[in-house]
């Protein structure tokens, strides 16, 4: 990383070739339509792209956002309290912000406001950290990343990532824990009119979900059991009548299909233009047309896939080796777009994909295959077990003459016959800790799918 310079390195186009290695461009071959085996076999890496290719991909992440928890050596300095005292002083002036650190190719503007869980907030390009005075055994970090769409394509995510830790390094900061909180996997296919894929007919699209949204619940089946429910949403968009986009799914677990030149003309960024047309290989960022696909993937569902009950999507590093095993179950087992409208009544699983999304499914990320998705199954049923403890605690309270209308003092004796009791069985600490595991053995098993 030495030879980028620092100024502006994040946006400068004069440095193309500085992407990730999970940005480069790719050419996907065309494909048999009528088989979808095999998808992976299709897909060659090469550089440079042919460019007479009707299927050229270019993917990569295009936004990540990790939270960490920090140990400050008070040795080295105090950073949060540089910090407090910076902030101190741009709230005392007019101006939103304020230049602070200039290291390890960042220019950093301290903020005058923080957000409602982090005291401080300071900003790189569309690089952003946020701190706050939490203990690093606290529940909630007490730092957060947050790489936007620029730096994720070019220097890189994992550039950015990097230096991100040595500039907290330099000022005395101990990874204690790292998540991953949220992550959006993109592929941009040039050349490919959104238009010409269909992609606005409801009918087309397969989704591992009981109900597709809100208005026409289509319940489907894998097998003999109902698969489990998402709050999935089907919105279609459109500028001027035209078709632009569509989105499935919201929250935690979403898909977006776009136009992505639309969206660079509606933004009006010229930087993105221009860093967009030489990621793309066009002289011209609107020279031709791009579709991208893009699976936004929050920290609930993202902590559900994993190698083993050990091995799951944490850190940065964890999540390198599985994007693969991510594109490839929400490519395949979580949306499908079809080359004919589906039959609800019958098979879905048989229905051939389309064309389009035989390219989708064929483009190859780095890191393995073999994370699956692990869905946790109740063998209890909760409810039961409430409705027995009310009956027992309130035969206890019959037997000590209480009021039968008395509700707050009914209360009032269960939480402390409760809390009496679990604290009891908490004197041995490990007797207690190994109950729980029991118990909670016995009532969730967790099962791929």
Same mark, same amino acid.
């Given at each position: 990383?030495?030879?980028?310079?620092?100024?502006?390195? &994040?946006?400068?186009?004069?440095?193309?070739?500085?992407?990730?290695?999970?940005?480069?461009?790719?050419?996907?071959?065309?494909?048999?339509?009528?088989?979808?085996?095999?998808?992976?076999?299709?897909?060659?890496?090469?550089?440079?792209?042919? +460019?007479?290719?009707?299927?050229?991909?270019?993917?990569?992440?295009?936004?990540?956002?990790?939270?960490?928890?920090?140990?400050?050596?008070? =040795?080295?300095?105090?950073?949060?309290?540089?910090?407090?005292?910076?902030?101190? =002083?741009?709230?005392?002036?007019?101006?939103?912000?304020?230049?602070?650190?200039?290291?390890?190719?960042?220019?950093?503007? !301290?903020?005058?406001?923080?957000?409602?869980?982090?005291?401080?907030?300071?900003?790189?390009?569309?690089?952003?950290?946020?701190?706050?005075?939490?203990?690093?055994?606290?529940?909630?970090?007490?730092?957060?990343?947050?790489?936007?769409? !620029?730096?994720?394509?070019?220097?890189?995510?994992?550039?950015?990532?990097?230096?991100?830790?040595?500039?907290?390094?330099?000022?005395?900061?101990?990874?204690?824990?790292?998540?991953?909180?949220?992550?959006?996997?993109?592929?941009?296919?040039?050349?490919?009119?959104?238009?010409?894929?269909?992609?606005?007919?409801?009918?087309?699209?397969?989704?591992?979900?009981?109900?597709?949204?809100?208005?026409?619940?289509?319940?489907?089946?894998?097998?003999?059991?109902? !698969?489990?429910?998402?709050?999935?949403?089907?919105?279609?968009?459109?500028?001027?009548?035209?078709?632009?986009?569509?989105?499935?799914?919201?929250?935690?677990?979403?898909?977006?299909?776009?136009?992505?030149?639309?969206?660079?003309?509606?933004?009006?960024?010229?930087?993105?233009?221009?860093?967009?047309?030489?990621?793309?290989?066009?002289?011209?960022?609107?020279?031709?047309?791009?579709?991208?696909?893009?699976?936004?993937?929050?920290?609930?569902?993202?902590?559900?896939?994993?190698?083993?009950?050990?091995?799951?999507?944490?850190?940065?590093?964890?999540?390198?080796?599985?994007?693969?095993?991510?594109?490839?179950?929400?490519?395949?087992?979580?949306? &499908?777009?079809? +080359?004919?409208?589906?039959?609800?009544?019958?098979?879905?699983?048989?229905?051939?994909?389309? #064309?389009?999304?035989?390219?989708?499914?064929?483009?190859?990320?780095?890191?393995?295959?073999?994370?699956?998705?692990?869905?946790?199954?109740?063998?209890?049923?909760?409810?039961?077990?409430?409705?027995?403890?009310?009956?027992?605690?309130?035969?206890?309270?019959?037997?000590?003459?209480?009021?039968?209308?008395?509700?707050?003092?009914?209360?009032?004796?269960?939480?402390?016959?409760?809390?009496?009791?679990?604290?009891?069985?908490? #004197?041995?600490?490990?007797?207690?800790?190994?109950?729980?595991?029991?118990? &909670?053995?016995?009532?969730?098993?967790?099962?791929?799918?």
């Amino acid at each position: 990383m030495q030879g980028i310079p620092l100024a502006d390195h &994040r946006y400068n186009h004069r440095y193309p070739l500085l992407l990730h290695k999970d940005a480069r461009l790719i050419h996907v071959p065309a494909a048999d339509s009528g088989s979808t085996s095999g998808a992976q076999a299709r897909l060659t890496s090469a550089s440079p792209v042919v +460019q007479a290719s009707p299927y050229r991909v270019c993917r990569g992440l295009d936004f990540l956002k990790v939270s960490f928890w920090l140990d400050w050596d008070p =040795q080295i300095q105090n950073f949060c309290g540089i910090l407090d005292f910076m902030k101190k =002083q741009v709230q005392e002036t007019e101006r939103d912000c304020i230049p602070v650190f200039k290291e390890n190719g960042f220019d950093w503007n !301290l903020y005058r406001t923080g957000t409602s869980k982090f005291a401080f907030r300071i900003k790189s390009g569309d690089v952003t950290l946020m701190f706050s005075k939490r203990k690093s055994d606290h529940q909630m970090p007490n730092c957060r990343l947050e790489i936007g769409s !620029l730096s994720c394509w070019s220097p890189g995510f994992f550039s950015i990532y990097e230096r991100v830790n040595a500039f907290l390094a330099g000022y005395g900061a101990k990874v204690i824990k790292e998540r991953v909180s949220e992550v959006h996997l993109a592929a941009d296919f040039i050349g490919t009119d959104i238009k010409a894929v269909d992609l606005c007919n409801q009918d087309k699209w397969i989704i591992k979900a009981t109900s597709f949204n809100p208005h026409d619940k289509i319940p489907l089946y894998h097998g003999s059991q109902e !698969l489990e429910p998402e709050d999935l949403d089907f919105n279609p968009h459109y500028t001027h009548r035209r078709f632009t986009g569509v989105d499935l799914g919201k929250g935690n677990l979403m898909l977006r299909v776009y136009d992505k030149v639309t969206e660079l003309k509606r933004s009006k960024a010229i930087n993105k233009q221009q860093v967009f047309s030489e990621i793309w290989g066009v002289k011209e960022y609107d020279e031709q047309s791009v579709t991208r696909v893009e699976y936004q993937v929050r920290r609930p569902k993202l902590r559900e896939f994993a190698l083993s009950e050990e091995e799951r999507i944490d850190t940065v590093s964890d999540l390198l080796n599985a994007l693969r095993s991510l594109w490839q179950y929400l490519t395949t087992e979580w949306t &499908r777009h079809t +080359q004919n409208p589906v039959n609800r009544n019958h098979n879905q699983s048989k229905s051939k994909v389309s #064309e389009f999304w035989n390219k989708v499914q064929a483009v190859v990320w780095s890191g393995v295959f073999g994370y699956v998705r692990m869905h946790p199954v109740k063998h209890k049923d909760i409810n039961m077990l409430r409705k027995q403890a009310r009956g027992c605690l309130m035969s206890v309270c019959a037997s000590m003459e209480v009021e039968p209308v008395d509700i707050d003092k009914i209360v009032h004796l269960c939480k402390d016959l409760i809390e009496e009791d679990l604290h009891q069985f908490f #004197e041995d600490e490990e007797a207690f800790k190994n109950r729980m595991i029991t118990k &909670r053995n016995e009532f969730i098993s967790t099962l791929a799918g």
